[in-house]
C-alpha cells in the first residue's frame, strides 16, 4: 500500500467499499469543538502555515515538547519559519501517532500537498502552504465549506454576549450553522477566590442581582433563554468528578454566603452546592431538549511552572485514573427519578473506564430516543487507532453501536476536519473487520446505513431532531 493514498487504513474490501461508498462523502456535524466563533464570522485568512498549525493546538505543542524544542520555537516568539521547522521535525519523530496522520491529511486535502513531513521537506511545504493561504482560497469560511460541515457547536461561557452567534445567525452566506455550547465550568469552583468575581458577571451578563441560590438559578435560567435563542443545542461541562452530595435549603444557603465573601467551606457544603447546581442545570437542560455533554476524567494543569508561565490549555493536562463512576451514577439517577434526565454525553478521558463507563450509559434509556446516554467519542489522548478501536469494541460489546453519534474535532484548530475523516476510515476497517473473519455479514445496504448514520445522522437526529 503507497504512503498515506486513498486506501489508508483500509485493510478489507469490506472496509474499502464502506468507506468509499458510504462514509467518505457525507457531511459534518461538528457539535464540540473550541474554535473562536469570530475567527469564522470574520472570516479569517490566515498570514502564515505556522500561525494554522501551531497558533493554539497544545496536542502539537507537547509533542514539540517531547522532542526537547526549546518554548521560544512552540509558544514565543521565534521566526515563523524556523517554528514550522521545528514542528515539522517533530512529526517525522512521531512514527505511528495520530498527530502524524492527521498532518498529512491536512496538507493532502487542504493543501494538494503529498510530500512526507520532515526537517527536509519543511521550506518546500512551508512555501507552498503559505502560497495557497496568501491566495484566499483558504480563509476560515471557505475551509468550512471545503470540509462539507454543517454545523459547528462552539464552546461559551454562559456570561458570553455571543455578539458574533447572533451576526452568524443573521448572515445568510454563511452556508452552515454556527451555535453556541452553555459551559459553566467556572460555577463550580465556590471556594476560590474568582466565584465571587464571576457571580459579578454573571449579574451583570443576565442583569439580575444575585443574592441567594434562587436568585442564582434564575439568572442562570435567563442565560440557557438567551443561548437557546440563538441556536443552543447543548451544553457541555468539564468537571473532575460528579459529587453526589445532598444538603438542605438552609445549608446551601450558607454554602454560597460563604462562597460569596470567599471563606473556607467544609468539604461537605462545597459538593453538596455543587450537586445542587448540576441537578438544576440538568433538569433546565431536559426543559429546554438540549443535551448535556459531561466530560471528566482529567487533571489539568499537572505543571505548576508551565502553568504559571504559560496559563491553562498549554498541554500539561493528564489522565486521571482515579475516576469514580458510583457518584456519577447517583446523578444520573436523581435526574431520571425526577424525569429530568436530558439526553447525555459521557466522555471519560481514562480509557479503563470504556466498559463500565458503556455499562452505565446503557441503564438510562428513554423510549423513542437511540442511545439517550451516549458514551462519547475516543477522547484526547485517547482520539488514536488504538484508543478509537477500543472505543468502538467497547460500544459493541457493552451498547448498540448503530446509535452512536459519532465524531466530533474538540479542537481550536480549523484545519482538523480531517480527524472526522480519520475517524470514518478507522470505523469502516473496524466494521470490515467484523465481516471479514466472519462475525459479521457483509450486507452492503444495512451496513453502510449504519455507517453513515455514525457519521452523520444519528448526531442531527440527536441534536436537533433534523436539520432544516
Known sequence: MDFMDKELLLDTEQARILFHGYAEDMPIIDYHCHIDPAEIYEDRSYPSMTALWLGGDHYKWRAMRQLGIPEEYITGRADDRER?????????????????????????RYFDCRLPISEGTADEIFDLCNAKLESGELSARRIIKQSRVRVIGTTDDPCD???????????????????????????????????????????????REITDISSLKAALTDRMGYFDSLGARSSD???????????GSAELERAFEKGMRCEQLTERERLGFITELMLFLGSEYRRLGWVMQLHFGVVRNTNSRAFA????????????????????????????????????????????????????????????????????AAWWFNDSIGGIDDHLRSLCEQGVLGTFIGMLTDSRCMLSYTRHEYFRRILCRYIGRLCESGELYFDRQLLGRLVQDICFNNAERFFFGALA
Open 84 to 108: 514550522f521547522r521545528a514542528w515539522c521535525r517533530t512529526v517525522s519523530y512521531a512514527a505511528g501517532s495520530p498527530l502524524y496522520a492527521w498532518s498529512h491529511l491536512e496538507l493532502q
Open 161 to 207: 454576549d455571543l455578539r458574533y452567534h447572533r451576526l452568524m445567525r443573521e448572515d445568510k452566506s454563511l452556508g452552515c450553522r454556527v451555535i453556541p455550547t452553555f459551559r459553566p465550568d467556572p460555577l463550580l469552583l465556590i471556594g476560590g477566590s474568582s466565584f465571587p468575581e464571576y457571580i459579578a458577571r454573571l449579574e451583570k451578563a443576565a442583569d
Open 237 to 247: 461541562q468539564s468537571t473532575a468528578f460528579f459529587p453526589y452530595t445532598r444538603l
Open 309 to 376: 508561565a504559560l496559563g491553562r490549555d498549554s498541554g500539561f493536562d493528564r489522565i486521571d485514573s482515579s475516576t469514580q463512576l458510583e457518584t456519577l451514577a447517583a446523578f444520573l439517577n436523581e435526574l431520571d427519578r425526577t424525569d429530568s434526565l436530558p439526553k447525555t454525553v459521557l466522555y471519560c478521558l481514562d480509557p479503563s473506564m470504556n466498559t463500565p463507563l458503556g455499562v452505565l450509559a446503557g441503564c438510562f434509556c428513554g423510549e423513542g430516543i437511540c442511545g439517550k446516554v451516549q458514551h462519547g
